[in-house]
């Protein structure tokens, strides 16, 4: 059974950086293109960068230019660089996987969540 967990999340000052984790369990890395989602307190699930297993990227307009995402096979890892963090970021960030293929920011196009790590900034 894959599982994926993320690390990483914490409290931050807006303009700060931070780095999210995402590693997986059940399968290597490399079979996998993974996303990352993140939800705040009475919004939708929204799509925020992207990483397919051929190394291509896309990003949510909301973090385009501030967030980065890169994967290590070798770790079996995906990793999330945030920097410039605004208190409109603070949610509660997943990564997902098993993607079904489709639009990467649409939620239902993938089969496996992590459980979340929450991320807080503020001023």
């Known amino acids: 059974q894959v599982r994926l967990v993320e690390y990483g999340g914490g409290s931050v000052q807006v303009g700060g950086s931070l780095t999210l984790s995402c590693t997986i369990s059940?399968?290597?890395?490399?079979?996998?293109?993974i996303a990352w989602f993140r939800q705040a307190p009475g919004k939708e699930r929204e799509g925020v960068a992207f990483i397919s297993f051929h190394y291509n990227r896309a990003y949510g307009d909301c973090v385009q230019g501030r967030f980065s995402v890169s994967r290590d096979n070798a770790k079996n890892t995906i990793s999330l660089q945030m920097n410039s963090l605004k208190s409109e970021d603070s949610a509660i960030y997943f990564c997902a996987g098993g993607w079904r293929r489709g639009r990467w920011s649409r939620p239902d196009n993938f089969n496996n969540w992590g459980q979340g790590t929450q991320v807080t900034v503020s001023s």
């Open positions: 059940g399968d290597t890395i490399n079979n996998h293109s």
